[in-house]
T-cell receptor, first 113, second 116 residues
Framework: AQTVTQSQPEMSVQEAETVTLSCTYD???????LFWYKQPPSRQMILVIR??????QNATENRFSVNFQKAAKSFSLKISDSQLGDAAMYFC??????????FGKGTRLHILP | NAGVMQNPRHLVRRRGQEARLRCSPM?????VYWYRQLPEEGLKFMVY????????ESGMPKERFSAEFPKEGPSILRIQQVVRGDSAAYFC??????????????FGPGTRLTVL
């Protein structure tokens, strides 16, 4: 069975600094997708970034980038120039080729002004 | 293009009542997924449906829970004889692609169910 592990329940970062959220996963599949979702206090699930496992190049979206280490089954999220609006729960997630997403337990990120 | 819509946003039920949660996918999306989020936890997959078909219900509790996605109208998640442990946020997501292979799922705002 596939699993997703986020070992940091909470993290804090100073505004404008860089922070990295960790995630590891386990799967025997070769074709899969990895995601980071953000959940602010409104509870809306917002897709931050998506990575296809077959792509070696790390995905980036503006201030958000990932470090995808396929052999190590590691998928960390780096947030550069942290802003107050980045404060939220961040969920690492996995999906196989057909459908359901498996989420980690989340990391609560605090931004210190 | 309107996003995924869920209603009601908040639902309060007493133990033993029925709860019906509705999800209207984004226009052009034919795949719907339901997830449950207990307090302070991540989302857990419940069921994956296409129009008139249940594709994967491996995450659904064996009793009291059912889901449908009819040819016309929204997808419905139905919980019969609710208990306090059913209190959670229920999220619906939709995706456009048909015929297999994962596509991005777009989430609705969720329905928060409270069982008294």
């Amino acid at each position: 069975a596939q699993t997703v592990t986020q070992s940091q329940p909470e993290m804090s970062v100073q505004e404008a600094e860089t922070v990295t959220l960790s995630c590891t996963y386990d799967t025997s599949e070769s074709d899969y997708y990895l995601f980071w979702y953000k959940q602010p206090p409104s509870r809306q699930m917002i897709l931050v970034i998506r990575q296809e496992a077959y792509k070696q190049q790390n995905a980036t979206e503006n201030r958000f980038s990932v470090n995808f280490q396929k052999a190590a089954k590691s998928f960390s999220l780096k947030i550069s120039d942290s802003q107050l609006g980045d404060a939220a729960m961040y969920f690492c997630a996995y999906s196989g080729p057909y459908g359901k997403i498996i989420f980690g337990k989340g990391t609560r990120l605090h931004i210190l002004p | 293009n309107a996003g995924v819509m869920q209603n009601p946003r908040h639902l309060v039920r007493r133990r033993g009542q029925e709860a019906r949660l509705r999800c209207s996918p984004m226009k052009g999306h034919s795949h719907v997924y339901w997830y449950r989020q207990l307090p302070e936890e991540g989302l857990k997959f419940m069921v994956y449906l296409q129009k008139e078909n249940i594709i994967d219900e491996s995450g659904m509790p064996k009793e009291r829970f059912s889901a449908e996605f009819p040819k016309e109208g929204p997808s419905i998640l139905r919980i019969q004889q609710v208990v306090r442990g059913d209190s959670a946020a229920y999220f619906c997501a939709s995706s456009p692609r048909s015929g297999g292979h994962t596509d991005t799922q777009y989430f609705g705002p969720g329905t928060r169910l409270t069982v008294l």
